[in-house]
């Protein structure tokens, strides 16, 4: 049976009147200015929906039933959604990053670290950085972490230090940062000065093997990246810093990862939505190509 409302005690025609039904399986059909709308229990706001009933809104079940039109009208700080194009600082902005977030917002997904991850990545100040940062990210599917960096994988010495100048420290914590201008930013040299860490499968052909070795996490703001080298089928990158969160154990299967060193959010959403399992402190891979640095 069909039960009809205005917004409380709002029964103008301009407001919207909404009935609605709520069948045994869950499923909503509405009928808000006459029209009818089916929303199922997939639907990526149906608990908005639902709690939206409580207040007979018209207007606000039109735009939570309507997902698109929600996503047309987002803004936030320098990036704004409208009429279906990505604008970054008025400008428009289309790459596979913004096609890939507009789907998650569509798809009722976590989405807000992925704008911390482009508004990183815009930071940075080269623009061949940038596009060749979106070809390295989008081929090695990495996991984004809640507050907009990366993770990639490093091997490393015995003692924690890199292989190639056996200095630099990258014990759990440690932060390991270079001058900008002493990493090559040319992408067509593959073994060359500066900062290295990659994908697993990089790794695994660096010393990842080696009985004195360890494999560990590493965690690089986009705005650091500097070249990703085209030697290695693009499974590497140099960049100025990085932050060394854990020790790889086994395969990453997390999309999310907290900021909090060793510890894993049990949550979907990055570029490929795989479920996400927890680790202890002493799991991840890492990519480590050094030249004449680390």
């Known amino acids: 049976m069909f039960k009809?409302?205005?917004?409380?005690e709002r029964e103008s025609s301009e407001m919207g009147r909404v009935a609605f039904l709520q069948s045994g399986s869950g499923t909503i059909t509405l009928l808000i200015d006459k029209e009818s709308h089916t929303v199922g229990i997939d639907h990526p706001n149906y608990y908005k929906i639902l709690q939206s009933l409580e207040e007979r809104d018209?207007?606000?079940?039109?735009?939570?039933?309507?997902?698109?039109?929600?996503?047309?009208?987002?803004?936030?700080?320098?990036i704004k959604i409208q009429e279906g194009l990505f604008l970054y600082e008025g400008s428009e902005l289309n790459t596979g990053l913004t096609d890939r977030i507009m789907k998650l917002m569509i798809a009722g997904h976590p989405f807000k670290y992925m704008l911390k991850f482009l508004n990183n990545l815009m930071d940075n100040p080269s623009g061949r950085a940038v596009q060749e940062g979106y070809t390295?990210?989008?081929n090695r599917s990495l996991p984004i972490t809640e507050d907009?960096?990366?993770?990639?994988?490093?091997?490393?010495?015995?003692?924690?230090?890199?292989?190639?100048?056996?200095?630099f420290d990258n014990s759990v914590g440690k932060t390991v940062s270079i001058a900008r201008n002493r990493v090559d930013d040319n992408c067509e040299k593959g073994c060359s000065y500066g900062l290295h860490a990659g994908a697993i499968d990089y790794v695994?052909?660096?010393?990842?093997?080696?009985?004195?070795?360890?494999?560990v996490i590493v965690k690089i703001n986009p705005k650091d990246i500097v070249s990703v080298p085209t030697d290695c089928d693009c499974t590497k990158i140099r960049v100025c810093s990085y932050e060394v969160v854990d020790v790889y154990?086994?395969?990453?299967?997390?999309v999310l990862y907290r900021a909090d060193v060793g510890n894993i959010e049990q949550l979907v959403g990055m570029f490929?939505?795989?479920?996400?399992?927890?680790?202890?402190?002493?799991?991840?891979?890492?990519?480590?190509?050094?030249?004449?640095?680390?």
């Open 4 to 8: 009809l409302f205005g917004k409380k």
């Open 58 to 78: 018209a207007e606000e079940l039109l735009d939570l039933i309507d997902v698109p039109t929600s996503v047309q009208n987002y803004s936030d700080g320098k």
């Open 136 to 138: 390295f990210l989008d």
């Open 148 to 167: 907009g960096c990366f993770l990639a994988y490093k091997s490393v010495r015995e003692d924690w230090t890199d292989w190639y100048s056996g200095e």
């Open 204 to 215: 695994s052909g660096y010393h990842g093997n080696d009985p004195d070795s360890h494999v």
């Open 249 to 254: 154990e086994g395969e990453l299967k997390e």
């Open 272 to 294: 490929d939505n795989m479920a996400a399992e927890h680790w202890d402190v002493d799991g991840e891979e890492i990519d480590d190509d050094y030249s004449d640095l680390d």
